[in-house]
């Protein structure tokens, strides 16, 4: 599917997060092209991308970009270095855990984010975004309004924020700065596309601030323990798929770094425990 003229969405069978299946890999450019991600879970599942580019002439492909160091963004970066030769880039706060993860192959291209690429003469501004991970990378084509969220702004529901990758705070800041680009699309890592990125940003934001807001109220009402809070927020509270549990609970543990860090919560040992007080 084209999300602009030359850039190319390829939704593929990834092992991501249950219940979504899929992660978003885009190529964009036609005589030469750079490609963001390769979470593909099976080498079959490569198909779609070498049909793709088989349909286009067999360009050069010039670069295979990873957003983040998350397994189902790079998972067969390896097969694309190997068939098409594409260098294999991710920002350099990520590129310990992927060089880990991949077998035999090192990211060559260490970004920082403020670099510019180029394929076909298609501009595509790297920005550090983290939050997600210290090394998130999001892409914005400034002249087709096109920004690439990875999992930083996905297609459906929230993305997790909490140890040992992520940081409230510095994701809050990020999420400013994605929605200070004034795009017309986003194109997230998992997900459908999305035509309103200023509502979609907000959105999101706004979800975090009630969450924190409960999370505080909990506190202020009793309730001490991460794992009691969870209980308050998803098991009583929101419903979510069970295969979530872990990662919501990371996500309680990310507000309450946060919390800590703005000073409105204070953290206590107790025994087993880590309770936590409103300041
Ligand atoms: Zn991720």
Known sequence: ????????????????LKPARYTNVYVIGEKEVIII????????DLD??????EELGKPRVLMNVISHRHKDHYNRVNSIKERAGAEVAAHREDMGPINEGLSGLYVEKMLRGGEELKADGKKIRVLHMPGHTPGMLNFYMEEEGLLFTSDNVVGFGTTWIGPPDG???????SLRGLLSLKSTRL??????????????IEEIMKHRFQREDQILSLIG?????????????????EKIHDSLYTVARRT??????????DGKVTRQEEG????YYVV
Do not use: W
């Open 1 to 16: 599917m084209l999300v602009a003229p030359g850039v190319h969405h390829l939704k593929i069978h990834s092992r991501t």
């Open 37 to 44: 991600d390769a979470g593909y879970a099976e080498e079959t």
């Open 48 to 53: 779609k991308l070498f049909h793709l580019l």
């Open 167 to 173: 940081d409230m705070a510095v994701y809050l800041d």
């Open 187 to 200: 194109c997230p890592g998992h997900g459908p596309i999305i035509d309103n990125p200023s509502q979609k």
């Open 221 to 237: 009402g009793g309730i001490s323990t991460s794992q009691e809070l969870f209980n308050k927020v998803y098991v009583k509270g």
């Open 252 to 261: 309680i543990e990310g507000h309450l770094m946060k919390l800590q860090k």
């Open 272 to 275: 087993e425990n880590s309770r």
